[in-house]
C-alpha cells in the first residue's frame, strides 16, 4: 500500500505522522522502499499497527508505547514496572468504561 492509500483509509492520519513514524522506526515499511528519496511502500499487515497507532496516540499515548501496544496483539506490556493492557478490538467511537 502506497502513501495515499494508508492516508485515505486511516482518519486523522497525516503525511508528515507517517513518515515520521516510518523513519523513526516504529512502521515497518516493504523492504525495497527504505531510505530517504525512496517511494515508500507498506505491506497491509502495517494497516492494523497504523490505525491502533493513531487511535492511541490520539489519546495521549506516545508513539512508541503506541506502537509497541498495536503489536502485542491484545497481550499486555510492560513499561516502566507498569502493565498495560489495551482493547484495540472496541470501535474507535466507543467510550471507554
Not at 22 to 28: C, E
Request: proline share 8%.
Amino acid at each position: 500500500m502506497d502513501r495515499s492509500q494508508i492516508l485515505q483509509r486511516t482518519p486523522g492520519l497525516t503525511a508528515r505522522k507517517l513518515d515520521t513514524w516510518t523513519t523513526g522506526g516504529l512502521l515497518r515499511p516493504t523492504a525495497g522502499s527504505r531510505g530517504t528519496g525512496n517511494r515508500r511502500d507498506w505491506p497491509a499487515t502495517e494497516l492494523p499497527v497504523i490505525e491502533a497507532m493513531v487511535r492511541l496516540t490520539a489519546i495521549g499515548i506516545p508513539p512508541k508505547l503506541a506502537e509497541q501496544l498495536a503489536r502485542s496483539g491484545g497481550e499486555p506490556v510492560q513499561v516502566g514496572g507498569v502493565t498495560v493492557h489495551v482493547d484495540l478490538t472496541a470501535p474507535a467511537n466507543q467510550a471507554a468504561a
